[in-house]
C-alpha cells in the first residue's frame, strides 16, 4: 500500500478508464502551498488515499483484505 501512495503522489498521468488521475498530485501541490483550511492530518489522509485510488485505478497491484468475520486470509491480485 506505501508503493500505491508514494506511486499515486508522484504520478499525474491517467487511468486507462480515464476516470481519474492526477489528482492526488494536485492536492499534494496544495498542501505543500500551505493554504489548507482542515490541517494537515486530514489533508494528508485525504491525499493519501486519493494516491491509492489513481493507483488502484491505473491498474497497479490490488491488495484486498475481507473486513467481515474472517481476518486470517489475505488476498494478492499482482497486475
Known amino acids: ?3 500505491a501512495v508514494t506511486e499515486g503522489l508522484n504520478d499525474a498521468s491517467e487511468a486507462p478508464s480515464e476516470i481519474s ?3 492526488a498530485v494536485k492536492m ?3 498542501i505543500e502551498a500551505g493554504d489548507v483550511l482542515s490541517g494537515s492530518i486530514i489533508s494528508d489522509a485525504l491525499a493519501c488515499s486519493m494516491a491509492t485510488s489513481e493507483s488502484n485505478a491505473r491498474m497497479e497491484v490490488i491488495v484486498a483484505t475481507p473486513t467481515g468475520r474472517n481476518f ?3 488476498i494478492v491480485f499482482p497486475s
Open 72 to 74: 486470517t486470509r489475505c
Open 28 to 30: 499534494k501541490a496544495y
Open 1 to 3: 500500500m506505501q508503493h
Open 21 to 23: 488521475g492526477g489528482d
